[in-house]
């Protein structure tokens, strides 16, 4: 495993972490391909890489997790201004039609 990693490392350029990721994420989509037998086989040779698949996919669930907070902070206060907004726009548009000054 760790050749495999190296190998990775040194022909992508990516980190020894991003390469773990790469790797588990590979052998799970080759798991749900393959027969059982050879699925298997694979899994018994590349012991560990579902483990990373794993970590790969809690990882993005995190930063889905975060994004999606960020995303919502923002509609919040995009909404908040939008009404206030509003509302002095509802205010100088009844001060027009009333006559008043407001």
Known sequence: ???LIAQI???TGVTT????EM???????MK????QSLADQVSAALAGAGGMASSAAA???DVAGSAAGVATGAAAT?????GGLWDKTKDTVTGFA?????
Request: without cysteine; aromatic residues 2%; negative net charge.
């Open 1 to 3: 495993m760790d050749e």
């Open 9 to 11: 490392t040194e022909k």
């Open 17 to 20: 972490e991003k390469a773990k």
């Open 23 to 29: 790797i588990g994420v590979t052998t799970e989509w």
């Open 32 to 35: 749900g391909k393959l027969p």
């Open 59 to 61: 990882k993005a669930t």
């Open 78 to 82: 995009a909404t908040e201004k939008a």
């Open 98 to 102: 009333t006559g008043s000054d407001e």
